[in-house]
């Protein structure tokens, strides 16, 4: 895999977030907080507008994180075939998050590839981090994505690389919230943000992480 081009940026992506685009993801995540759909409670509560979830970041930051995962330069999409040849498997992901963003304004998020490692069993490390910002340029969320390609198909079907030792990890925290779970948090700034991991073993290459938050009162709006 050839070099590929660390700490290059993309042409930003420019979002103007609209009141029922965030009605209609809150709905689709299953967030039926009043404030996430009626102006009055949003007014009552203190913010100008409307405010989105928090993992509504992935709708607007989803553009520009293409783009770069995208280019043919990153190591990852093949040209030729017209396709993502080598799987980027997830591995991880984290969203800091410096204030609400409210219906009715611009975001602006811009791309660039921080880690490019090709392993020595022939897997290639990609870390992408994304800024996103307002029109007036304060940050809104800041976000780091972390992938790896596996190595290329050898003939007959097996992969190119020598065999690896299994991951070693020990069992999550408990949750006592949640049974069967468990939680890991990080405190960013006056925000701790919660991803929960499900203790079910699921089917490699898939996820299914959830977030919830915990932040000074009046930053953020309540679930409740």
């Known amino acids: 895999m050839s070099a590929a081009p660390v700490g290059k940026s993309w042409r930003a992506h420019r979002y103007e977030v609209g009141l029922e685009k965030i009605r209609e993801y809150a709905h689709a995540v299953g967030e039926e907080a009043p404030i996430f759909h009626h102006r009055d409670v949003a007014s009552a509560a203190g913010f100008s507008s409307v405010p989105a979830p928090p993992v509504f970041a992935a709708v607007f930051c989803a553009p520009a994180v293409g783009a770069a995962i995208f ?22 992901q984290h969203f800091d998050f410096h204030r609400p963003v409210l219906a009715g304004e611009a975001v602006t998020t811009t791309v660039r590839l921080s880690v490019a490692e090709d392993l020595d069993d022939g897997r290639a490390l990609r ?71 499900s203790a079910t073993p699921v089917r490699r290459g898939t996820s299914r ?16």
Do not use: N
């Not at 280019?71 to 991880?92: C, L, M, T």
């Not at 290329?152 to 779970?181: F, H, K, N, Y």
């Not at 992480?209 to 409740?224: C, D, E, K, L, V």
């Open 71 to 92: 280019d043919p330069e990153v190591g990852i999409f093949d040209p030729e075939v017209g396709i993502a040849s080598y799987r980027f498997v997830h591995k991880a």
């Open 127 to 197: 870390v992408f981090e994304s800024v996103s910002v307002d029109d007036s340029g304060a940050p809104l969320v800041s976000a780091r994505y972390e992938g790896v390609v596996p190595p290329p198909m050898a003939a007959g079907g097996s992969r190119r690389s020598e065999p690896r030792a299994p991951l070693q990890a020990g069992p999550p925290a408990a949750d006592p919230g949640r049974p069967g779970r468990g939680r890991a948090s990080r405190t960013c700034g006056s925000h701790r943000i919660a991803t929960r991991r």
């Open 209 to 224: 992480p959830s977030i919830s938050m915990a932040t000074s009162p009046g930053r953020w709006p309540s679930r409740a």
